[in-house]
Nanobody, 114 residues
């Protein structure tokens, strides 16, 4: 049974930083690309960043230079470090893996507000 369990997030002022974690179980973690997505109210879910099993990363243009995705294959965990946060980064953030089927984390609210 595949599970993705997220932690982190919360409320932060503009310009601040937050970190998210996503711990996976039930998969051979190092085999799979992991992704972070977000969905703001009234908007479609969008890719924020992804990282392959070998560590190759990809970022949405809107977060390049501010967000950093990483992974620890031994801990089966993927991370998203978010710096210089803006109000438009406010969304529910999800981790995702495509492992024969698509699996999503439970979602974590990130709110950027003064």
């Amino acid at each position: 049974q595949v599970q993705l369990v997220q932690s982190g997030g919360g409320l932060v002022r503009p310009g601040g930083s937050l970190g998210l974690s996503c711990a996976a179980s039930g998969i051979i973690f190092r085999w799979y690309t992991m992704g972070w997505y977000r969905q703001a109210p009234g908007k479609q879910r969008e890719l924020v960043a992804s990282i392959t099993g070998g560590g190759t990363t990809n970022y949405a243009d809107s977060v390049k230079g501010r967000f950093s995705i990483s992974r620890d294959n031994a801990k089966k965990t993927v991370y998203l470090q978010m710096n210089s946060l803006k109000p438009e980064d406010t969304a529910v953030y999800y981790c995702k893996v495509d492992a024969r089927e698509t699996y999503w984390g439970q979602g974590t609210q990130v709110t950027v507000s003064s």
